[in-house]
DNA sequence: AGGATAGCCTGCGGGC
DNA sequence: TGCCCGCAGGCTATCC
C-alpha cells in the first residue's frame, strides 16, 4: 500500500542509483503492465535519466534527451527495487511477479508487483504535467483553502474526499485515517458541514502526518521497502490504523472499525465525534 | 451528474 | 496438517 510517505522514499533511495545514467536496455515480461490507450513501446532505454519526480502516489523518470517520462503507478502492491548487478548475476531464478526491468552497466532496476494494480505509463515529458494536473495538489503542500474550495460543497464523508486523487494527490487509507485522527473529526462526518477551521484543521494535520511518515521512511505493512530493500520505521508510529479495539492513545476510549466507501475506518468515538 | 458500488488480483492468516 | 475462505485496497468502469 505504498502512499505518499512510500513512494517519496523510493523516489529518495533510487536517485543516487539511476540520476545521470542510462538503461542499457529494458525488458518487459507482461505487456499488461503498460497502462493507457497506445502506450509506445518505450521503456527508456539509452535515455539518461535526469529527474525523478514524484506527485501524489505517483513516480516518474524522466529523461531530457529524448523528452520523455516513464509514469509508475504501485498500486497495491507494486515495488522498485534496485539490485546491484553482481548479486543479480548469483540469483538464479528471476523474483516471482517481475514484470519489468531496466538493465543499467551497475545494477538494474526491477518493477515487481504481485497483485498488478500497478503499471507503467510512458509518454512525452511535455505532457507530464498536463497529466498531473488532472490530480489534485500534491498532499504535502495541500491547503484548507483548497480543500474547502474543491470538496466543501460535496456531500461525502470527508474522508473519501481524502482518499479521491483528484481533490489532492498522495493520501491512502492509512494516513487518511491518521490525519482525521489527528484533526479530531469524524471521518463520516459530511464534507458540506465541515466549517472553515475545520479544513484548516485537516489540512495541517494532512501536511504534518505525512512529514513525519517521510522522515521516518513511511510505513511497512507487510512486504512495502524502499528501493534499498529499507523498510519504514513510521508503522510502529500509527495511533488508530489498523489498531480496532485497542485503546486510544489519546483519550484511552476503544478504537472501533467501521466500513467507508469500502475501506477499512479506524476512529476513536469519543475524540472523533463529530 | 455526483456518488456509491463491483471488479481486478494474490498472499496471508484464522478457523475448522 | 492442510484446505478454504475472507480480507487487504488503489484505481477504473459501471450503475443508479
Known amino acids: 500500500m505504498p502512499e505518499l510517505p512510500e513512494v517519496e522514499s523510493i523516489r529518495r533511495s533510487l536517485r543516487p542509483h539511476l540520476l545521470g545514467h542510462a538503461p542499457l536496455r529494458a525488458d518487459l515480461f507482461r505487456r ?10 518505450d521503456l527508456l532505454a539509452g535515455a539518461v535519466i535526469t529527474q525523478l519526480q514524484r506527485h501524489g502516489k505517483q513516480i516518474a523518470l524522466i529523461a531530457a534527451d529524448p523528452r520523455r517520462a516513464l509514469l509508475v503507478h504501485l498500486g497495491m502492491t507494486g515495488r522498485l527495487t534496485w539490485t546491484p548487478t553482481a548479486l543479480d548475476v548469483t540469483s538464479d531464478p528471476p523474483p516471482p511477479h517481475l514484470h519489468a526491468r531496466w538493465v543499467f ?3 538494474h532496476l526491477l518493477f515487481i508487483d504481485p497483485r498488478r494494480f500497478g503499471g507503467l505509463t510512458t509518454l512525452a515529458l511535455d505532457d507530464l504535467p498536463q497529466r498531473w494536473a488532472a490530480l489534485g495538489p500534491d498532499a504535502l503542500t495541500i491547503t484548507g483553502d483548497h ?3 474543491c470538496a466543501g460543497h460535496s456531500r ?4 473519501a474526499c481524502l482518499l479521491d486523487q483528484r481533490v489532492l494527490a498522495g493520501v491512502g487509507n492509512i494516513y ?11 471521518p463520516r462526518r459530511s464534507a458540506c458541514r465541515m ?14 502526518v505525512l512529514a513525519v511518515a517521510v522522515a521516518e521512511g513511511g510505513s511497512t505493512l507487510r512486504d512495502y521497502a524502499d528501493a534499498d530493500g529499507r523498510p519504514g520505521a513510521f508503522t510502529r508510529l500509527h495511533r488508530v490504523y489498523a489498531r480496532g479495539g485497542q ?9 472501533r472499525t467501521l466500513t467507508l466507501a469500502q475501506r477499512t475506518t479506524t476512529r476513536c468515538p469519543r475524540c472523533q465525534r463529530h
Do not use: M, Y
Not at 466549517?195 to 504534518?208: F, G, I, K, M, N
Not at 485503546?247 to 478504537?255: A, E, H, K, N, V
Open 147 to 149: 480543500l474547502r474550495q
Open 176 to 186: 487518511a485515517d491518521e490525519a482525521l485522527f489527528e484533526a479530531r473529526i469524524n
Open 32 to 41: 499488461d503492465i503498460l497502462l493507457g490507450p497506445d502506450s509506445p513501446l
Open 195 to 208: 466549517s472553515h477551521t475545520d479544513w484548516q484543521r485537516l489540512a495541517d494535520s494532512v501536511r504534518s
Open 247 to 255: 485503546p486510544c492513545p489519546r483519550c484511552g476510549g476503544i478504537l
Open 105 to 107: 552497466p551497475h545494477g
Open 156 to 159: 461525502r464523508a470527508v474522508k
